[in-house]
């Protein structure tokens, strides 16, 4: 076991051998000899002085000064939330500094560090208020899951505003990666003050968050002031991420990592963790940054995803910890079913009942058991489609009203309104019907699976993993298009999803540790698209980062009619599930007494829903949200008692249509794509799904 000092020393000494690496590795051909001899004052040419003054020193002192602000900011949220899975990546405070960037740079050309600070202070500020609002009232893995709620939307924001600035996006996909490279001095000494601000304000915290440890009341007897402590902790971390930020881009996991390694490593006290925490992350950035540059020389690998790839395990680690407490968050109850509000309709049959809400009808020798509640919803959300593909076609420049729309789809009306209908726009709907559906239907029966209403493909991973499957695709063919590779689409998914299932050693009684598990691969492989990103020209990068965030601009029947195919085959697969599913919500042993393998059916689950959240990514992305909300809306109409295997697709595809009429018409002039509409909208809905559930 290390003791505090020895963990000091030991991490003192790492970073003194990363800095005289920092200074010694780089690219070009300046050996490590020629800047040694310059650095003990040997002198040099210009080319060696541009090499080590202008380029290395400002990296190395880059990213000491980036690694301890997020290590401590992150340890100080850690301590104020009581929550070892608390980190400013996580918790949506980097999304809101780097919206406040991107917006300062759009609206008012920001272009020096300064700059940048103000705006990233702007950004983090709203943020970190948000987040410590809301820490009170969740668990610790509740509270990770309300920060990628927050995240998700303050992404979807950054993203609508570079939709329409090309410029701002080429310098963006670099940025978000976490580069050092190419800092100016002059930006590391304009966030300096802020940075040593934040440090002796978390210097001054030390005390009050060790005792707000203890609790609120315990607390107030040793003469603090919790909530006094709560605000002077806002400020120290909205100064420490927004420079970072400003700096760096934003950098996830790194408080997470330097919070861990700080108590791993004999960090006891609250101000032991503090110091701690500050080295271990200086240590973690700078080296990933020495490491960036050797791995693909002569080239370097994103700061951001060696990061993402050192904290992903950690997150998982922590999160199936002890420490770490969390309900089950069941969409479907391991016990009885939930009791039905609506009045049971008892009709004595053989001496049985039929289920709450249905009726029976009767023929000569049939009878149909129909569920008039679900019935009826399903209805409802079908006329609802329909209105939505309608105002889909209408909707846009041309002026056309819904009567004109009409006639267009029956092939009747002006030519030209006929051809913009149904050779542009329908084939455009039907991809997003399609696309929906198969969202709506995949969330259903992973949250059916899971027995938890947020496992979802887009937040278990399995939507980006058919992403990357498809981008990878795309680089190595020599095909113009990712259209082409849709089928690809549900062999990552597939790989997404036994990664998940094997990390988080399956899913029931896991409750939200399976969700953050899934998680910690989403960012990872979130950082690993960007990187892709990153690596294409400007034009190609365009494209396809609009694609990677959930489009249908350019889809048609070619890739829409292949998966409504799809579905036609799935669908039924699906209900003929039903009764399996509505099985597998009491436990193992009853489960085989009513002659349902749950092995078996779980595999049937997890194949189906897999193979529609791929094929949906082909089409259109990963439209982020849809399979969260389609079920969950879906279940409000048709009621507790029943899987909404039909009103789950119904929902889905209406939203999609929804979603991608709006972000085609809100912004005069540009398009903002169907799923960063989601993601703005969605990031709210989960917010508030996790703060309704009860449950601990």
């Known amino acids: 076991m290390f003791t505090q000092a020895r963990a000091f020393w030991l991490g003192a000494a790492a970073l003194l051998a990363l800095c005289a690496a920092s200074m010694l590795t780089g690219a070009g051909r300046v050996a490590p000899g020629q800047v040694l001899d310059y650095l003990l004052g040997g ?29 401590v900011s992150g340890m100080l949220l850690q301590s104020v939330t009581r929550n070892p899975l608390a980190e400013t990546g996580l918790l949506g405070v980097n999304a809101g500094a780097a919206l406040g960037v991107v917006t300062g740079i759009v609206t008012a050309g920001a272009q020096t560090g300064g700059a940048y600070l103000g705006w990233a202070l702007g950004g983090a500020l709203p943020a970190t208020g948000v987040v410590l609002a809301i820490g009170a009232r969740l668990s610790p893995l509740k509270l990770v899951l309300a920060g990628a709620a927050l995240s998700a939307t303050l992404t979807g924001i950054t993203t609508a505003v570079l939709v329409a600035d090309p410029v701002t996006f080429d310098q963006y996909r670099y940025w978000i990666l976490g580069s050092l490279a190419g800092i100016p001095m002059d930006r590391v000494l304009a966030i300096a003050p802020a940075v040593a601000a934040g440090l ?52 996830g996991f790194l408080g997470l990592l330097a919070g861990y390694l700080s108590r791993s490593l004999g960090g006891g006290r609250v101000g032991s963790r503090i110091v701690l925490s500050g080295l271990a992350g200086a240590v ?35 999160a ?72 889909a076609v209408a909707a846009g420049q041309s002026g056309m009203t819904a009567g004109q729309a009409l006639s267009a789809l029956a092939g009747a009306g002006e030519g030209g309104h006929v051809l913009l209908v149904q050779e542009i726009r329908l084939p455009r709907v039907v991809a997003g019907l399609v696309a929906g559906a198969a969202l709506g239907l995949s969330g259903c029966l992973t949250q059916a699976l899971a027995r938890n209403r947020l496992a979802t493909p887009d937040m278990l991973g399995i939507n980006q993993g058919a992403v990357i499957a498809i981008m990878v695709a795309g680089m190595l063919s020599a095909s113009g298009t990712l259209f082409a590779h849709w089928w690809i689409g549900p062999v990552g998914a597939l790989a997404a999803a036994v990664a998940v299932f094997a990390v988080s050693g399956g899913v029931g009684r896991q409750g939200y540790r399976f969700i953050v598990t899934g998680l910690a691969l989403t960012t990872l492989a979130g950082a690993l698209t960007q990187s892709l990103l990153a690596w294409q020209g400007l034009g190609s990068a365009t494209a396809v980062h609009s694609w990677s965030v959930g489009s249908l601009a350019g889809r048609g029947y070619p890739v829409a009619l292949p998966v409504a195919a799809g579905l036609a085959v799935l669908v039924p697969a699906a209900l003929a ?21 749950p092995g078996r059916t779980r595999i049937a689950l997890l194949a189906l829903a897999v193979v529609l959240a791929g094929l949906a990514a082909g089409v259109a992305g990963p439209v982020a949200f849809v399979a969260l909300a389609a079920p969950v809306v879906a279940a409000r109409l048709a009621g507790p008692a029943r899987l909404p295997l039909v009103g789950a697709p119904l929902t889905g595809a209406a939203l999609v249509v929804i979603a991608d009429t709006a972000g085609r018409v809100a912004a005069d002039g540009a398009e903002i794509p169907v799923g960063v509409v989601t993601s703005i909208l969605g990031g709210p809905f989960l917010l508030w799904t996790l703060l309704s559930d009860r449950r601990p």
């Open 320 to 391: 199936r910890s002890r420490a770490v407490a969390a309900g089950p968050g069941d969409l479907v109850p391991s016990g009885a079913p939930r009791p039905s509000r609506w009045p049971a309709r008892r009709t004595a049959r053989a001496g049985g009942l039929s289920p709450s809400g249905a009726r029976v009808l009767r023929g000569r020798g049939w009878s149909v058991l129909v569920p008039v509640r679900s019935s009826v919803a399903a209805a409802a959300l079908l006329a609802v489609t329909a209105v939505a593909v309608v105002a």
């Open 284 to 318: 973690v950035l700078l080296g990933a940054d020495v490491l960036a540059r050797m791995v693909v020389r002569p080239y370097e690998a994103p700061v951001a995803l060696l990061v993402a790839v050192l904290g992903a395990p950690v997150l998982v680690v922590v």
């Open 43 to 71: 002198g040099g040419d210009g080319h060696l002085r541009m090499v080590v003054d202008t380029l290395r020193l400002p990296r190395t002192l880059a990213a000491l000064v980036v690694g301890a602000a997020l290590g």
């Open 200 to 251: 002796v304000m978390a210097a001054v915290a030390a005390r009050p968050l060790a005792a707000l440890a203890l609790g609120d009341d315990l607390a107030v007897a040793l003469g603090h002031r919790p909530g006094r402590t709560r605000l002077w902790v806002t400020v120290a971390v909205t100064l420490l991420s927004a420079a970072a930020v400003a700096v760096a881009g934003p950098i």
């Open 577 to 597: 599930l039903a009764r399996r599913v509505a099985v597998l919500r009491f436990d193992e042993d009853v489960s085989a007494g009513l002659g349902v393998d």
